[in-house]
């Protein structure tokens, strides 16, 4: 479990969270990232009925699946998390994003993230156990171009495979 923090916490106004992962066989639900404080924040969650990757907003314990993407278990895939002021926007191996307020998903600057579990400011629970290959950090939400860029080398780098595969989004 990695957790991302700060002295002056985590300036989510501004930033990108890339995890490039191998998921195994999904035998129960697994958190890729998350950002949870109390009963606010959003979490990627590998589904074990479905193997998909599932955005989930929680303001006031109340759950809002915002978007779900299949995942390749047994191969390299490449999840993207973006932060601005007023949006989290997410792809799974170069797909759409789905983007949502992020109000509505209670992230502030004072929450902690974390990969490979989810973490309620007190202890981590649905451990990921597939393999994380590589993350990298932005300090600003990238464009369409950085995206492509990025998309060319996780295909060079990882063999990760490129299509769109959005399920649905609202």
């Known amino acids: 479990v990695m957790e991302i923090t700060s002295d002056n916490y985590l300036d989510v106004s501004e930033m990108t969270v890339i ?27 590998l589904n074990s009925d479905y193997s998909i990757l599932t955005y989930q907003q929680y303001s006031s314990d109340i759950l809002n699946e915002v978007g779900q993407y299949e995942i390749r278990t047994n191969a390299v895939n ?6 601005d002021d007023e949006t989290q926007a997410i792809q799974l191996n170069g797909s759409y994003s789905i983007e949502a307020d992020i109000t509505g998903a209670g992230i502030y600057q004072e929450n902690y993230i974390s990969i490979g579990a989810a973490f309620d400011s007190t202890d981590y629970s649905d451990y990921f156990t597939g393999k994380i290959k590589e993350i990298i950090m932005y300090d600003a939400k990238l464009d369409t171009a950085d995206l492509r860029v990025l998309n060319q080398y ?17």
């Open 78 to 83: 490449m999840a993207v998390s973006m932060f």
């Open 154 to 170: 996780a295909r060079e780098k990882w063999g990760v495979y490129i299509i769109d595969q959005q399920i649905f989004f609202e």
């Open 19 to 45: 995890v490039i992962f191998e998921a195994t066989a999904v035998d129960t639900d697994q958190v890729l990232i998350s950002s949870l404080s109390g009963t606010d924040g959003f979490a990627n969650v």
